[in-house]
């Protein structure tokens, strides 16, 4: 709650940037090193200093301020959650499009900080891609010629962020289910954009080698703000055939929520695929709910891995959290009573994930 406020302080002129930044620093050292205690092999900063997974490269906060030059702040919805409220990007007015922040800047800050190996998330193009209007031509910028400017900026992310030392890099692909959504109050879900978002995704993918590839993953999920979701009434049967011809080298997938897990282990045995021009792709598999606040047991983490085994093949397995805890600046965690409850909570999560995932690959005889 401490860093929720330092934003809106922000936002309202009450503190400057430096302050901001303190509070940041000592939320993102707090994540470090919790993580690090739970046993995680690979870790994060949590994404404190991000106000917004979707929107970091272009505003300092959630609310707007700092909008980075040739956009506007009323732009498209591009969720709208099961409890009526939404999240909104900004507008493109103009040419070139390009970053105001790389997630580079955060992995130096994290390196300094962290004594595991690091994980960045950085934004699909094709969430960016919501930027420009559906139906309207930016006058003298070409969607062609936006695109064309988009996809030169986030392979700049990602490699800024392997050269910053992330060991992995994970691109958020959370509109992707919603592509298979059509909610009449947000026009672009019902124009059949699925295959669009993984033909962009693919063209900043297709610039990096096999070996590359292997530590560049894909996060899917049906959004998870505010302990709502804003597109788990799709069957995964709509996105999955379809997300596995991106040529990731792993996939972080939302499942432990699902209703019927099997059906969803089926379809990841059955379109993940071996050889992805060059790399394996690895199927990490959701065993924690973020939005609930009870704690699984290790026993029903390694249970599920288990299952899954059946039809995943092992050597391409692995666990995860179902979606980031708080993707968000402004997220007042209702179903667990407050922000600083279930930060503590989400701690305990990983721990259990880490244990149970241990438990699985005794059993299954991994390394």
């Not at 124009?191 to 669009?196: D, G, P, S, V």
């Amino acid at each position: 709650m401490k860093l929720q406020q330092a934003f809106a302080d922000y936002d309202a002129g009450k503190i400057k940037h430096a302050e901001l930044e303190r509070e940041q620093d000592a939320a993102c050292l707090d994540s470090i090193k919790r993580s690090e205690a739970t046993g995680e092999p690979i870790v994060s900063d949590g994404e404190q200093r991000m106000s917004s997974f979707a929107t970091y490269p272009l505003t300092d906060t959630l609310a707007g301020t700092g909008l980075a030059h040739h956009l506007a702040a009323d732009g498209q919805y591009f969720a709208i959650f099961t409890d009526g409220h939404h999240r909104q990007l900004p507008r493109l007015t103009g040419g070139p499009f390009k970053y105001k922040t790389f997630a580079s800047q955060y992995v130096e800050k994290a390196m300094k900080m962290a004594t595991k190996p690091l994980k960045q998330a950085v934004i699909a193009p094709s969430m960016l891609a919501l930027l420009y209007p559906l139906d309207s031509e930016v006058k003298g910028y070409t969607r062609e010629q936006f695109l064309s400017d988009l996809v030169d900026q986030c392979e700049q992310d990602i490699r800024g962020a392997f050269k910053a030392g992330a060991k992995r890099v994970s691109i958020d692909f959370t509109e992707g289910r919603l592509a298979c959504r059509n909610d009449p109050r947000n026009p672009w879900t019902g124009r059949k954009m699925l295959a669009h978002f993984i033909e962009l995704n693919n063209r900043v993918l297709d610039r990096f080698n096999s070996e590359e590839r292997k530590n560049i993953g894909i996060h899917t999920c049906p959004g998870g703000d505010c302990d709502a979701t804003h597109s788990a009434d799709v069957d995964y049967a709509e996105l999955l055939p379809s997300m596995f011809k991106m040529n990731a080298g792993y996939f972080l997938m939302q499942l432990s929520s699902e209703k019927d897990k099997e059906h969803v282990y089926k379809l990841c045995g059955q379109h993940s695929r071996a050889d992805a021009n060059g790399v394996a792709q690895v199927c990490f598999i959701g065993v924690i709910n973020p939005q609930n606040p009870r704690v699984e047991s290790p026993e029903e983490v390694r249970d599920a891995l288990m299952e899954a085994s059946k039809h995943i093949p092992k050597e391409r397995l692995g666990s995860t959290d179902d979606c980031g805890f708080s993707p968000f600046s402004i997220d007042v965690k209702p179903k667990h009573g407050s922000p600083d409850v279930a930060r503590d909570i989400a701690f305990e999560k990983i721990t259990s994930r880490v244990k149970g995932t241990a438990m699985a690959s005794e059993k299954l005889g991994l390394a």
